[in-house]
């Protein structure tokens, strides 16, 4: 029954399974017959001795198929010999013997034993034509077919061995063994997992049976398992027969230790490792499950949850598949080779290791000799066969590793970025080429994900950076303001040091500067550059900043101060109109020259108009060059970030500036920021007509 059911189930895989092109019809109907010829030996055998028409034609049906799966293995041969004589003898002489054991005693007269010499001739001749026609499927089949059929082959001709063996032993003792007549449905059930394999193998086949690595690694734990129990219990039963009075002591004790040694075997993860490396090569065409590997490379990568470095997290990612369990990780630093620096691959992380190793300078004649080959290593075998590596010379730091490690370069773009080396692998010395190509292919992943990764902390830095040189550009920039102001004073000490207006004036310009200073080293310990924004007169605005300048040449006139408000830092947006009043100073003559500094406003709008008389710009270098952080026609005095950041702070407060200028016919700057009313909130927007455009442009309150 047993054997029924195995053929029976792989028959149904071979139905449903298969592909529709894969010509597994003669494996299906053998495996199918096999299953009803096995249902049919109990009902068969009466009285321990098998009926003998009923099981003539059972048993001529099982051969014919198995002959007929033979005959689909021969290669297409153009000689009749080779090729049609074995398919017609797979359906001829099952109907021969057939016919002679059912017809013989009526035609010509042949007694029972007559009739049963006749099957066991016909039986031996079909056995030896089956051996036959395997021996030439495998030998004319193309070397590269070979290693696929060969478990086909093998299993069926275990087939038509045992009957060659069953019916020799018949012919030579004159009768049919009973015993070895029942065994036959058992041993038959041997081959099927050879049927199983093999169908997979063969490409003309190619099986879509699909069993799980997880499920024969298991599989494979728990039958090596029943055996090892099995021998050690015979083994137990002999101690105990020959042990006199200390036999069952002697078989209680063989026994616990046994097990003993069974769960420490099975507990080993080199044995588990081996024996996975074992099944991946003898019962799977692709030593790899290569989805799974990939969707634990990712799984790993990802999980972030430990707290892990991404480093770490890729060193165990390759570990998982090479069963390591430490290592450490070197990528290229991109910063090196400048500034009188080596270039070197920089230490990353470590795991489980108690040594770990620092910088590996680039020109290391290890790092020259991975560059070149670009191979996965493993040092074991560089140890075993020094002359398939060359010139490779193994740095002495690689013993704190432990007695072998596996080296993989980790390569993006044709060059080694990034190292990794790993201890106590245990895929073997040797490596092969799906070994290789796994772990390449993993390194080239890991090298990507590392370097963006390097990418981003080095973008994150240099943001930092950035943000940090503005701001101390920024803090320059006013400083430099705040010395000329106080330069200015100095300047004048010797000339009116007896006028109480000048002294007073000083005094007022010093107290402002050091105010000034205090907000200024506030902010910096703040991070920020500007204070918090509130409800600012912009006439008291511009008329601070008109007294701060008034020391300048042309001085300054006040125009239109319409009581307008917006939301802004005073003190910044003192700074920021002082900055352009200075910049007018500077475009004027200092006798003839006028600068003008009102306060405008049209509907929703509200802003500063500074105008003067000056040189003044042209269009191009309005757009290109007046904002353009650190681009200045001051020459050393100029840092080239007033006008910048008048802009950007004027923007961040939700305004526009505005620049009208013509070479010789002077500068128009406009700030202009949302107006708020009486009560500080923003002024309901209105539609602006013509009019109200033309006042703003203008410059007319």
């Keep these: 029954m047993v054997s029924a059911a195995g053929f029976g189930l792989l028959a149904g895989f071979l139905l449903v399974w298969r592909r ?94 007559g009739v049963q010499q006749l099957f066991v001739y016909g039986s031996l001749a079909i056995a030896v034509t089956g051996l036959v026609m395997l021996e030439q499927a495998y030998r004319n089949a193309p070397t590269e077919s070979r290693w696929g059929m060969k478990l086909l082959v093998i299993a069926a001709g275990a087939v038509f061995a045992y009957d060659l063996f069953l019916f020799s032993h018949a012919l030579l003792f004159g009768a049919i063994s009973i015993e070895k007549w029942v065994m036959r449905g058992p041993a038959n059930l041997l081959v099927i997992p050879l049927l199983v394999i093999g169908a997979r193998r063969y490409q003309p086949m190619d099986l879509e049976v699909f069993v799980s690595r997880h499920v024969v690694f298991f599989s494979a734990t728990l039958v090596g398992a029943g055996l090892y129990l099995v021998m050690m219990a015979l083994a137990g039963y002999y101690l105990r027969a020959i042990g006199g009075e200390w036999g069952p002591f002697l078989q209680a004790a063989f026994l616990v230790g046994a097990m003993i040694l069974l769960a420490v075997v099975l507990l080993s993860g080199d044995v588990r490792g081996r024996m996975r490396v074992f099944l991946a090569k003898h019962f799977y065409a692709n030593k790899y499950d290569y989805r799974d590997q990939w969707l634990g490379l990712t799984r790993v990568l990802a999980d972030d949850a430990g707290g892990q470095t991404l480093a770490r997290r890729a060193m165990r990612a390759v570990a998982s598949i090479a069963g390591c369990s430490g290592g450490a990780l070197w990528m290229y630093d991109p910063r090196g080779g400048s500034n009188g620096r080596p270039a070197e691959y920089q230490l990353i992380d470590h795991w489980n290791l108690d040594e770990r190793s620092e910088a590996i300078v680039a020109e290391n004649p290890f790092i020259a000799w991975l560059n070149e080959r670009q191979w996965v290593i493993n040092t074991e075998d560089v140890r075993q066969r020094p002359e398939v590596y060359g010139t490779l010379a193994l740095p002495d730091w690689l013993a704190g590793f432990g007695n072998s490690q596996l080296i993989l370069p980790l390569l993006a773009e044709g060059r080694l970025c990034g190292l990794m080396i790993l201890r106590e692998p245990k895929l073997g010395p040797r490596l092969d080429y799906e070994d290789i190509d796994l772990l390449k292919t993993a390194g080239s992943q890991l090298a990507a994900v590392l370097r963006q990764y390097q990418a981003d902390q080095l973008l994150s830095e240099g943001r930092q950076f950035e943000a940090y040189n503005r701001l101390t550009a920024f803090l320059m920039h006013d400083l430099k303001n705040l010395i000329a102001q106080q330069s200015l004073v100095v300047r004048n000490a010797a000339r009116h040091k007896h006028d109480p207006e000048f002294v007073d004036d000083a005094i007022e310009t010093i107290d402002n500067s050091v105010k000034r200073m205090e907000r200024l080293l506030e902010q910096l310990r703040q991070g920020r550059l500007s204070g918090t924004p509130e409800r600012v007169n912009l006439a008291r605005v511009v008329a601070d900043a008109v007294s701060r300048h008034s020391g300048g040449r042309p001085l300054p006139e006040l125009g239109g101060l319409d009581d307008l408000y917006v939301r802004a830092d005073p003190e910044a947006l003192t ?49 290109d060059r007046l904002f353009q952080p650190f681009d200045t026609t001051k020459g050393s005095q100029g840092m080239g970030i007033g006008a910048y950041q008048v802009r950007e702070f004027v923007e961040q407060a939700g305004g526009q500036v505005h620049v009208q200028s013509a070479p010789g016919q002077g500068t128009v700057f406009r700030l202009c920021f949302p107006s708020l009313d009486v009560r500080g909130q923003v002024a309901a927007a209105t539609e602006f007509d013509e009019s109200h455009e033309r006042k703003l442009s203008d410059g007319i309150a």
């Design 20 to 113: 529709r092109q894969a010509p597994v019809g003669p494996l299906t109907a053998a495996c199918l017959i096999t299953a009803l010829w096995c249902l049919g030996q109990p009902a068969l055998i009466n009285d321990g001795a098998p009926s003998l028409a009923p099981t003539v034609l059972l048993d001529m049906l099982r051969a014919g198929a198995w002959l007929w799966f033979a005959g689909s293995l021969l290669p297409p041969s153009g000689i009749w010999l080779e090729g049609r004589l074995f398919r017609v003898a797979a359906i001829g002489l099952p109907l021969v013997v057939s016919a002679a054991v059912l017809f013989g005693p009526a035609i010509a007269g042949i007694d029972p034993a």
């Design 575 to 623: 700074s920021v109109v002082g900055h352009v009043i200075r910049n007018a100073q500077q475009a004027c003559d200092a006798e003839c020259g006028r600068v003008t500094v009102s306060v405008i406003g049209a509907g929703d709008r509200a802003g500063v108009q500074i105008e003067d008389n000056g040189v003044g710009m042209d269009a191009a270098f309005i757009q």
